[in-house]
């Protein structure tokens, strides 16, 4: 019953240098979602793939690239970090495709940057 | 654009209290509502939903009540407990190109029931 997998859950990073999120479902879904959570702003939608092959930008995407590369995985990068990207980072992933959107999460992801 | 507003937090609440977290939501068109739950160091996990108005959506002695008229959501149980403890997200589902939907979500309450 793995559902949704995040690798790191926690990291630390001093300013400018990269790293990649890694995010793996294995319920069939189509369509994945990369958030970040910040105390008083609730959950912020960074990039979304709505199905295999496709990517498209979220509210806030500015400094981030993502990659889905197969149906089950879809990574997010941070090619310079800054401080602003310290963050809790969860993937999500859902059926899709016009379905009432249920998301299933993962633990999150603890990101620091110095 | 869309739009979700609950109550702020934190909230705590003896154990057996009445519970209400209130949410509000502005969007075109009809949405589906959703609460969401996150205990500690987990991440968000669905508490339930309804998708049309005068739903009501419940679960673990929880409910919430989709109406239209007053455009809320707001989250209910007659007696907390401690386990209860957590941070509610209200989110609503509207729908992007192509047919597919996205969450927005609120900015979370923290509730905590204490002994």
């Known amino acids: 019953n793995a559902g949704v997998t995040q690798t790191p859950k926690f990291q630390v990073l001093k300013t400018g240098q990269s790293m990649t999120l890694q995010c793996a479902q294995d319920?069939?879904?189509?369509?994945m979602y990369w958030y970040r959570q910040d105390p008083g702003m609730g959950l912020r939608l960074i990039y979304y793939?709505?199905?295999?092959?496709?990517?498209d930008k979220g509210e806030v995407p500015n400094g981030y690239n993502v990659s889905r590369l197969n149906k089950r995985e879809f990574s997010l990068r941070l090619e310079s970090a800054a401080p602003s990207q310290t963050s809790v980072y969860f993937c999500?992933?859902?059926?899709?495709?016009?379905?009432?959107?249920?998301?299933?999460f993962g633990a999150g992801s603890r990101l620091t940057v110095l | 654009g869309n739009s979700v507003t609950q109550m702020e937090g934190p909230v705590t609440l003896s154990e057996e209290a009445f519970l209400t977290i209130n949410c509000t939501y502005t969007?075109?068109?009809?949405?589906?509502l959703f609460w969401y739950v996150q205990y500690p160091g987990e991440g968000l996990q669905l508490l339930l939903k309804?998708?049309?108005?005068?739903d009501k959506g419940s679960n673990k002695g929880f409910e919430a009540t989709y109406r239209k008229e007053t455009t809320s959501f707001h989250l209910e149980k007659g007696s907390v407990q401690v386990s209860d403890s957590a941070v509610y997200f209200c989110?609503?589902?509207?729908?992007?190109?192509?047919?597919?939907?996205?969450?927005?979500f609120g900015t979370g309450t923290r509730l905590t029931i204490i002994p």
């Open positions: 319920m069939n879904h189509n369509s």
């Open positions: 969007a075109t068109g009809y949405p589906s």
């Open positions: 793939s709505a199905s295999e092959g496709t990517t």
């Open positions: 999500a992933s859902s059926e899709g495709r016009g379905g009432a959107n249920v998301l299933t």
């Open positions: 309804a998708t049309k108005a005068d």
């Open positions: 989110a609503l589902s509207a729908k992007w190109d192509f047919g597919n939907e996205k969450l927005t």
